[in-house]
């Protein structure tokens, strides 16, 4: 464990905008917005404002997954936000989620707008406004929402602990990769026994725990997330790999994955949605752009 400078804390810490790594340029220890900027508004009751990191594909899966099951009130506007740019530091998107992270989702079915953050909210706001994908049964539900607070829980050790330790900091420290490299497999074993006894996180029926987990640890299963795969041995995890492959199979899922995504070949990028077209239409202009 030789590997880190010593640290000794001092009395009062204080802000070193200079402390290194891949989001150094965007990290600081006030909220609230830096720069005056009104967000986009499309025509539709949804408008969203998100990336396609793991935590924005949960909304865009779940919106094109309404859609698909025939719910026509769930049409949405799908806006890019590049968080490395800052973007998420605007007055508009502020205003929606005052904690300055994607996804951030606005309803304006209604005489007002009602705005919804976090992740995990978005996705109960959304399945309990179109009665689908929780289950009503007390057990059941129960079930399938212990499930979403454990991914909502458990997550930032896998990308704020392990990923940030192992991917994108400035220095490589022992102590940290072990520390959350240890963790991560707990919770891939948590969730691997899981799933040898049942079809989907939550029991027999698709929910909204499913679509939480899936981007996280469907994509650490798949070895997708932070070139990790090998150093964590996920091939091991033989129940989450079946059900994270099962769940990739699904169009809504694939549609989901494309929206807001900004990276990767081009065939899988669509920065912004706007109508089911768009998924087409864009995609075969890339092609030919790419050819």
């Given amino acids: 464990m030789s590997d880190a400078t010593p640290y000794t804390p001092p009395a009062v810490w204080t802000w070193n905008k200079a402390n290194g790594g891949v989001f150094a340029n965007i990290n600081r220890p006030i909220a609230g ?28 899966i779940m919106l094109e997954e309404l859609l698909a099951a025939g719910h026509i009130g769930a049409e949405y506007d799908a806006w890019l936000i590049r968080i490395n740019e800052g973007q998420q530091f605007s ?53 399938c929402l212990s499930w979403l607070f454990w991914q909502m829980g458990s997550a930032p050790y896998l990308g704020g602990g392990f990923g940030h330790f192992y991917a994108y900091a400035p220095v490589k420290i022992e102590y ?3 520390r959350f490299a240890m963790e ?9 026994q899981r799933l040898a006894q049942s079809e989907y996180v939550g029991g027999t029926e698709y ?24 150093f964590l041995q996920v091939q091991e995890y033989t129940h989450v790999i079946r059900w994270a492959d099962e769940i990739a199979k ?14 990767g070949p081009l065939h899988t ?23």
């Avoid at 899922?253 to 929206?259: K, L, Q």
């Avoid at 990028?269 to 092609?287: I, M, P, V």
């Fill in 91 to 143: 007055s508009g998107f502020v205003q929606v989620n005052p904690n300055s992270k994607i996804p951030a989702l606005l309803d304006c079915s209604g005489p007002e707008p009602v705005r919804v953050f976090e992740s995990g909210a978005i996705l109960l706001y959304l399945a309990e406004k179109f009665g689908v994908f929780v289950p009503t049964e007390p057990a059941q539900r129960a079930e």
């Fill in 250 to 263: 699904r169009p809504a899922v694939r549609r989901g994955r494309m929206v807001n995504r900004a990276m």
């Fill in 184 to 192: 991560v497999k707990r919770q891939m074993d948590v969730l691997n």
């Fill in 207 to 230: 929910t909204i725990a499913d679509m939480a987990i899936w981007p996280w640890y469907g994509g650490m299963a798949k070895g997708q997330l932070y070139e990790g795969g090998e």
């Fill in 176 to 178: 940290a990769i072990e």
């Fill in 33 to 60: 917005s830096t720069h005056d900027k009104d967000l986009p508004r499309g025509k539709h009751p949804f408008q969203l404002y998100s990336l396609a990191t793991p935590n924005g594909v949960k909304v865009t």
């Fill in 269 to 291: 990028q669509l920065h912004e949605r706007h109508d089911a077209s768009d998924f087409d239409t864009q995609t075969q202009d890339k092609l030919q752009a790419a050819s």
